[in-house]
């Protein structure tokens, strides 16, 4: 069974500190593709990163960036010299191949991570 | 291009009545997935649409309950509802996971707000 765990329920920090969100997950496939998305008050997700489970690299997108170590199942995200326009809840999210094809392509989302960046 | 639209934006409906939401995907996109953000049960995938096709669904009873129409775009209706069915339907679209490769990035909507009083 897939799970995803997001410790860290809320993190309030002072604008330009840096703030890094933890996500473990926990899947029996060896294909899998891990997602980060940030769901501001609007309310609708924002897609920000996709990755799949053969390709370790961390990424960096001005900001934003991301850790992904498949040793210890862990894909964090890190946003440096954060903004007040970051406050936001952040998901992160597990899709696998699943054993049946037609499984394989739901999200399997954390708890969500709040962001508080006061100014 | 335009991204994925919901409606209504928000619904209220009394206990007992049926509610019908509404999302129309991503120009190309065939795939559409539906989900619930309860408060306090976090995002939970509803219900999976390939090619006019239910594909997957999740842990929830079949009052819930949808289709996707040639178009792609797609419904989804839960019966005789609940308080607890109160929530943010967020309606997600992708290409096809069903041939082409799995793992494709879901884009949402702004969801629908059902209030069930």
């Known amino acids: 069974a897939q799970k995803v765990t997001q410790a860290q329920t809320e993190i309030s920090v002072v604008e330009k500190e840096d703030v890094t969100l933890d996500c473990v997950y926990e899947?029996?496939?060896?294909?899998?593709?891990l997602f980060w998305y940030k769901q501001p008050p609007s309310g609708e997700l924002v897609f920000l990163i996709r990755?799949?489970?053969?390709?370790?690299q961390n990424e960096i997108s001005g900001r934003y960036s991301w850790n992904f170590q498949k040793s210890t199942s862990s894909f964090n995200f890190t946003i440096t010299a954060s903004q007040v326009v970051d406050s936001a809840v952040y998901f992160c999210?597990?899709?696998?191949?699943?054993?049946?094809?037609?499984?394989?392509?739901?999200?399997?989302f954390g708890g969500g991570t709040r962001v508080l960046v006061k100014p | 291009e335009a991204g994925v639209t919901q409606s209504p934006t928000h619904l209220i409906k009394t206990r007992g009545q049926q509610a019908t939401l509404r999302c129309s995907p991503i120009?190309?996109?065939?795939?559409v997935y539906w989900y619930q953000q309860a408060l306090g049960l976090g995002l939970q995938f509803l219900l999976w649409?390939?090619?006019?096709?239910?594909?997957n669904r999740g842990n929830f009873p079949p009052r819930f309950s949808g289709r996707q129409f040639p178009n792609y775009s797609s419904e989804l209706n839960v019966n005789a509802l609940e308080l607890e069915d109160s929530a943010l339907y967020l309606c997600?679209?992708?290409?096809?996971?069903?041939?082409?490769?799995?793992?494709?990035?879901?884009?949402f909507g702004p969801g629908t707000r059902l209030t069930v009083t």
């Open positions: 999210a597990l899709s696998d191949e699943g054993r049946i094809k037609a499984a394989g392509n739901k999200l399997t």
């Open positions: 899947t029996r496939d060896t294909t899998y593709y």
């Open positions: 997600a679209s992708s290409s096809s996971g069903q041939r082409l490769r799995r793992g494709n990035e879901q884009y």
């Open positions: 120009s190309g996109h065939t795939s």
């Open positions: 649409y390939d090619e006019g096709e239910e594909r």
């Open positions: 990755r799949n489970s053969f390709d370790e």
